[in-house]
Each structure stands twice: as structure tokens, then as C-alpha cells.
């Protein structure tokens, strides 16, 4: 799905494959309340920064938690969609907001139906 996926450039055209690497709790690298879910694009680092207050609000919402697997997958999607509508793609860094990480969450989960049909995350 989102971990693994190829995406054109709305501007170039260039075909990106995007790969998931790794996801880091930020609070340890940034001093910064999220986490960062980082992706190899072409060679080159990009990282989705998703603030820690998306898991309470989604917890209190819905009584259910944002899982590794699912945030990577939520992250991934928010790239695809961000690459496909024009946003930069040499930034290096994309903070989103705690509804935009529930917007996306919740099309990862409308795509999937059940959270077992996520592809697991590979170890690295």
C-alpha cells in the first residue's frame, strides 16, 4: 500500500518510488511532540512529522490506537497525495496537522477495511 508505492510528480513527471525506512519518536531526534515517519524517495530522505496529539484524539474518537503499521501507511498515503497535488517534493521535512493525520488515517482504513489486511512493516 503506503510503505512501498510509486507516485508521478505532478511537476516533473518523474516517477518516484517511495519506500518506507523508518519511523523515529521525535521527542529524542527534534526535541519536537510527534513522530516522524521518514520514506526514501529516489535515493533521497523525506519525512512526515505527525504530532503525538493525532494518537489521544484518535484513541478518544474512536477507543482505538494508531498503530506503528497504521501510521506509517498514514504517513505514506499523506505523501502520495501531497506529491500528486503539486507539494514540493525536495523538502526534506512535511509537518502535517492532527486532523490532516486523521484525514489521511481515515482513508487508509476506508481503503483497507480491517487493520489485519495492513501489509506488516518490514525489519530493517
Same mark, same amino acid.
Given at each position: 500500500?503506503?510503505?512501498?508505492? !510509486? ?23 527534534? !526535541? ?5 515517519? /521518514?520514506? #526514501?524517495? #529516489? ?19 474512536? /477507543? ?11 504517513? /505514506? !498515503? ?7 497535488? /503539486? ?16 484525514? !489521511?488515517? #481515515? ?18
Amino acid at each position: 500500500m503506503y510503505d512501498d508505492f !510509486h507516485v508521478t510528480d505532478r511537476w516533473t513527471g518523474e516517477d518516484l518510488h517511495c519506500t518506507w525506512k523508518a519511523t523515529v519518536v521525535a521527542i529524542s531526534t527534534r !526535541h519536537a511532540d510527534a513522530v516522524d515517519i /521518514g520514506f #526514501n524517495v #529516489n535515493g533521497r530522505s523525506i519525512w512526515i512529522a505527525m504530532p503525538t496529539v493525532a494518537w489521544v484524539e484518535q484513541k478518544r474518537r474512536t /477507543g482505538k490506537v494508531i498503530t506503528d503499521a497504521l501510521a506509517a501507511q498514514t504517513a /505514506g !498515503h499523506y505523501l502520495k497525495s501531497a506529491i500528486e497535488q /503539486g507539494l514540493d517534493s525536495t523538502r526534506e521535512l512535511y509537518t502535517i496537522s492532527v486532523e490532516e493525520v486523521l484525514e !489521511h488515517l #481515515n482513508a487508509v482504513l476506508e481503503e483497507v477495511r480491517e487493520t489485519h489486511w495492513l501489509p506488516s512493516l518490514p525489519v530493517i
